[in-house]
T-cell receptor
Framework: DVKVTQSSRYLVKRTGEKVFLECVQD?????MFWYRQDPGLGLRLIYF???????EKGDIPEGYSVSREKKERFSLILESASTNQTSMYLC??????????FGAGTRLSVL | QKEVEQNSGPLSVPEGAIASLNCTYS??????FFWYRQYSGKSPELIMF????GDKEDGRFTAQLNKASQYVSLLIRDSQPSDSATYLC????????????FGPGTSLSVIP
């Protein structure tokens, strides 16, 4: 079974803090994704990566950055957390055909 | 026009009935289509994918694709209370990478 592991299930941070969300997949997938999910807004793509050190902006990249130094690991960085970044963050990975496998999610609260 | 549209629901069906979930998409060149199930408080899980026109069956689930009408559906036969969840339709676009567009999801409630 594909396993996508997110480092934290719940995080509470203060406004202005730098926040790191980590994601690791164990199936040698080329593609990795970061989404946020908010009630009424659905899943929105923040960034994705199709190879090591490669990244593409998604629909809502503002206020976020990413890092992919190894194939299995994709990190999402909130440079200066703000209250409007309180959300559920979901990491996913996929092979070339597009089927995505999600981690359990990180519920981030920014106070 | 939104790229992937679904009825938000909630859709309520009695236990044992057929639940029909619908999805339309705007990109005529879309290649691959996926259905995900998401239980409340959990992450989405892939339940089916379909690439070609017609029907694809997997147990109680059948995905139907009609590219001419830009329409994909998911039928759940013999619905069970455990099927109560939000169902997300996702469509792979023509871009070089495996970016998919998710619909807003349809909430399904199966009434015992």
């Amino acid at each position: 079974d594909v396993k996508v592991t997110q480092s934290s299930r719940y995080l509470v941070k203060r406004t202005g803090e730098k926040v790191f969300l980590e994601c690791v997949q164990d199936m040698d997938h080329e593609n990795m994704f970061w989404y946020r999910q908010d009630p009424g807004l659905g899943l929105r793509l923040i960034y994705f990566s199709y190879d090591v050190k490669m990244k593409e902006k998604g629909d809502i990249p503002e206020g976020y950055s990413v890092s992919r130094e190894k194939k299995e690991r994709f990190s999402l960085i909130l440079e200066s957390a703000s209250t409007n970044q309180t959300s559920m963050y979901l990491c996913a990975s996929s092979l070339a055909q597009g089927s995505q496998y999600f981690g359990a999610g990180t519920r981030l609260s920014v106070l | 026009q939104k790229e992937v549209e679904q009825n938000s629901g909630p859709l309520s069906v009695p236990e044992g009935a057929i639940a029909s979930l619908n999805c339309t998409y705007s990109d005529r060149g879309s290649q691959s289509f996926f259905w995900y199930r998401q239980y409340s408080g959990k992450s989405p899980e892939l339940i089916m994918f379909i690439y070609s026109n017609g029907d694809k069956e997997d147990g109680r689930f059948t995905a139907q694709l009609n590219k001419a009408s830009q329409y994909v559906s998911l039928l759940i036969r013999d619905s069970q209370p455990s099927d109560s969840a939000t169902y997300l339709c996702a469509v792979k676009t023509k871009t070089s990478y495996d970016k998919v567009i998710f619909g807003p999801g349809t909430s399904l409630s199966v009434i015992p």
